[in-house]
Nanobody, 119 residues
Framework: QVQLVESGGGLVQAGNSLRLSCAAS????????MGWFRQAPGKEREFVAS????????YYADSVKGRFTISRDNAKNTVYLQMNSLKPEDTAVYYC????????????WGQGTQVTVSS
């Protein structure tokens, strides 16, 4: 099982940027599809972005497409989420997740990091 630890969350004003990091350990990092999810108060956890092992395939939720960028540095066992043009509706706890490429569901999760965007 891979262990995931998020960092980089915090307070930011609308229109500004923030970069989240997720450090992985415990298993071979390159064998995993990595993803970011978020959960706002009163809402269910939702998909934000994902990236395959090589970084060639990236997927984004419509709500963040064009504003967020997911990337990974396999040498550092780290996945990033660059968040630009942040909006108050982006406020949520952001979770890093991992899954083996052949497994349909994400099975490893980080503890989450709070992102708060003020208007």
């Amino acid at each position: 099982q891979v262990q995931l630890v998020e960092s980089g969350g915090g307070l930011v004003q609308a229109g500004n940027s923030l970069r989240l990091s997720c450090a992985a350990s415990g298993r071979t990092f390159t064998n995993y599809v990595m993803g970011w999810f978020r959960q706002a108060p009163g809402k269910e956890r939702e998909f934000v972005a994902s990236i395959n092992w090589s970084g060639s395939n990236k997927y984004y939720a419509d709500s963040v497409k064009g504003r967020f960028t997911i990337s990974r540095d396999n040498a550092k066992n780290t996945v990033y989420l660059q968040m630009n043009s942040l909006k108050p509706e982006d406020t949520a706890v952001y979770y890093c997740a991992a899954r083996i490429t052949t497994v349909p569901d994400f099975h490893s999760w980080g503890q989450g990091t709070q992102v708060t965007v003020s208007s």
